[in-house]
């Protein structure tokens, strides 16, 4: 497996992390009332804290993030152009989604927009090495 395929299954570990933190934040699923609702249909699921929210947020924002990575890397190794830039821009996209989180669950707004747009440019580096 390339380096940037192993991103791939890191990151899409890390975005099932975060979807289930945010919506375990939200149910507050480390109490019983929590678990019980976590573990039921959810179809009263109690008006989110700011860090729910926030959780719930960064979790939707990776996993949209995700389908562009995976795409992007998925393109790249099946053009056969999965060389070490493809393999920097991934490990900086992955690198900046870990910082991400818990930025954007600390509610830094400035700093979560800095993250977010170093993650872009991973991207960016992972198109322009295919083109």
Not at 22 to 39: E, P, Q, V
Not at 40 to 54: S, V, Y
Not at 57 to 66: D, M, P, S, V
Not at 68 to 90: E, N, Q, S, T, W
Request: charged content about 10%; proline content about 4%; overall charge positive.
């Amino acid at each position: 497996m390339t380096d940037t395929l192993k991103f791939v299954v890191y990151t899409a570990i890390l975005t099932w992390v975060a979807l289930l933190a945010g919506s375990l934040i939200r149910a507050r699923g480390w109490t019983f009332a929590g678990t019980m609702l976590a573990i039921g249909n959810r179809d009263r699921m109690p008006e989110p804290t700011p860090l729910a929210g926030r959780a719930m947020r960064a979790g939707q924002n990776t996993l949209e993030g995700f389908v562009l990575f995976a795409a992007i890397a998925l393109a790249a190794h099946a053009a056969g152009v999965d060389g070490p830039k493809v393999a920097m821009g991934a490990q900086i996209f992955f690198w900046s989604r870990v910082l991400y989180l818990p930025v954007y669950y600390a509610g830094i707004t400035y700093l979560r927009t800095v993250v977010w747009l170093v993650g872009f440019a991973g991207l960016a580096i992972m198109i322009s090495a295919m083109l």
